[in-house]
Nanobody, 114 residues
Framework: VQLQASGGGPVQAGGSLRLSCAAS????????VGWYRQAPGKQRDLVASITSDGNRSYADSVKGRFTISRDSAKNAVYLQMNSLSPEDTAVYYCNARSSSYVYWGQGTLVTVSS
């Protein structure tokens, strides 16, 4: 499975970005697809995920600001990020899980300036 992440870039605090993750297979063949992020010097943490049956979960730090969604026709999962703050600056990685494997896409850098 290949995952192609895109949509990162520079943004000012309070702004919005939408990240996209395009999968090489139907996302319904995956148990879950999610987004992780890793800030400089920190561990990689889960930001949001969506399961094959549509259950969504979010890190406490992004609840109410970020929304994960999917488009099955495009085999894509999106992360809408609103009210961004400098603390959201990180490399964001798309992640997918099947029953046997974990897949990672390349990261996309989000830089939020104050």
């Amino acid at each position: 499975v290949q995952l192609q992440a895109s949509g990162g870039g520079p943004v000012q605090a309070g702004g919005s970005l939408r990240l996209s993750c395009a999968a090489s297979i139907s996302i319904y063949r995956l148990n879950a697809v999610g987004w992780y992020r890793q800030a400089p010097g920190k561990q990689r943490d889960l930001v949001a995920s969506i399961t094959s049956d549509g259950n969504r979960s979010y890190a406490d730090s992004v609840k109410g600001r970020f929304t994960i969604s999917r488009d099955s026709a495009k085999n894509a999962v999106y992360l809408q990020m609103n009210s961004l703050s400098p603390e959201d600056t990180a490399v964001y990685y798309c992640n997918a899980r099947s029953s046997s494997y974990v897949y990672w896409g390349q990261g996309t850098l989000v830089t939020v300036s104050s």
